[in-house]
């Protein structure tokens, strides 16, 4: 093999691997761009989620009649879940459940409800009976798996 004849040979591997880096490339990219509408529509509904979340929030704060219905519209099957592990749950217990799923602490929840930290303790407490969560378990967290 002479000199020309290894250099064609260098010249060609090296087109050869460029064609090959550039179909991985264009492979890349395509597999990149199909994820890009779906990355939007998941951006586009955790916006959705966000606003819902804080209008539910600002519906407790006001201690507005209507936090019940749209906490339940906004999560239908939360209540469900509850009362399938105790169908005897009042309205109040439910709503009470709708506040510490939204991750309001007991101090938040006692001025939402004009009410005392020390009645909200034994609400949560009567609660925790209902839907037999040990003292050991976190009721936050309990709410959040539901």
């Not at 989620?49 to 099957?77: I, M, R």
């Not at 469900?80 to 105790?86: A, P």
């Not at 929840?109 to 209902?130: H, M």
């Amino acid at each position: 093999m002479n000199m020309k004849d290894f250099i064609n040979t260098v010249v060609l591997v090296v087109h050869i691997s460029g064609i090959f880096f550039l179909i991985y490339l264009l492979k890349k990219h395509f597999r990149t761009g199909n994820k890009i509408p779906e990355i939007n529509k998941e951006k586009k509904q955790i916006k959705i989620n966000l606003e819902t979340l804080n209008k539910l929030v600002s519906l407790a704060h006001e201690n507005n009649p209507k936090f019940y219905e749209k906490f339940k519209e906004a999560y239908p099957y939360f209540y469900k879940r509850l009362l399938k592990v105790n169908p005897k749950l009042s309205y109040s217990d439910l709503e009470y459940c709708a506040l510490i799923r939204l991750n309001l602490d007991t101090k938040k929840i006692a001025t939402i409800k004009r009410s005392t930290v020390g009645a909200i303790e034994s609400k949560k407490y009567r609660i925790r009976k209902k839907l037999d969560i040990s003292t050991e378990e976190n009721i936050y967290i309990w709410m959040m798996d539901k």
